[in-house]
């Protein structure tokens, strides 16, 4: 068990660019989460997926921004057409199957500056 | 709507002291409740979870409690050092999705 990672660590892109980050959870954990954290401030959720079905989303999410987890393993979050706003952490987290009260474990983050 | 309030937003303490850092949020119905630990431009560490039938949790110089009722939760840190230098993040697990609701958290200095 090698904790939930992310890639990339970091990125830089100029306003108008997609992007596109990936984030591999603990392996068996069903339920992944996103979230956005902006300096100085605590992280907000974005969206949730159990197993491959997204079944929630945050009204933050605008339509540049999808989500997707194809197989109910990796997911991948796309930003299109990027503004300067969007620069932020994005932190993924992961959480077993058995109980709805289980911990989030969190992965490092994705760390997106738009110039 | 959920909120999370951490107040204040910085403390600087001396190494050695003890020091209470709280955390309130306006919605009682909540799963659970975690602190976490961000270092400068890192993820989060999970310090301590309590669910919402316990009253507290400890881990090492770590205390957390919880006042469900009240909507109110303390860190309590022991003998402060310098490596506890870090942003420290309360959030609640609410809501049939689970999802997790952060304050703003609080910046903590430790001087040697």
């Known amino acids: 068990d090698t904790g939930v990672s992310q890639n990339p660590r970091h990125k830089i892109t100029k306003r108008g660019q997609n992007v596109t980050f990936r984030c591999d959870p603990i392996s068996e954990h069903n339920r992944l989460y996103w979230y956005r954290q902006t300096l100085g401030q605590g992280p907000e959720f974005l969206t949730y997926f159990q197993n491959e079905a997204q079944l929630e989303k945050s009204r933050l999410l605008s339509d540049r921004f999808s989500a997707e987890r194809p197989k109910g393993s990796f997911s991948t979050l796309e930003i299109q057409r990027t503004e300067q706003g969007d620069s932020a952490m994005y932190l993924c987290?992961?959480?077993?199957?058995?109980?709805?009260?289980?911990?989030?474990?969190f992965g490092p983050g994705t760390r997106l500056t738009v110039l | 709507k959920q909120e999370v309030t951490q107040i204040p937003a910085a403390l600087s303490v001396p190494e050695g002291e003890n020091l209470v850092l709280n955390c309130s949020f306006t919605?009682?119905?909540?799963?659970?409740l975690q602190w976490f630990r961000q270092d400068p431009g890192k993820g989060l560490t999970s310090l301590l979870l309590?669910?919402?039938?316990?009253r507290e949790q400890t881990s090492g110089r770590l205390n957390a409690s919880l006042d469900k009722s009240s909507g109110r939760s303390t860190l309590y840190i022991a003998a402060s050092q310098p490596g506890d230098s870090a942003t420290y993040l309360c959030a609640v697990l609410t809501g049939a999705n689970s999802k997790l609701t952060f304050g703003k958290g609080i910046t903590l200095s430790v001087r040697p």
């Open positions: 987290a992961s959480s077993p199957r058995d109980r709805v009260t289980d911990t989030q474990y």
């Open positions: 919605d009682s119905a909540i799963y659970n």
């Open positions: 309590i669910q919402s039938s316990q």
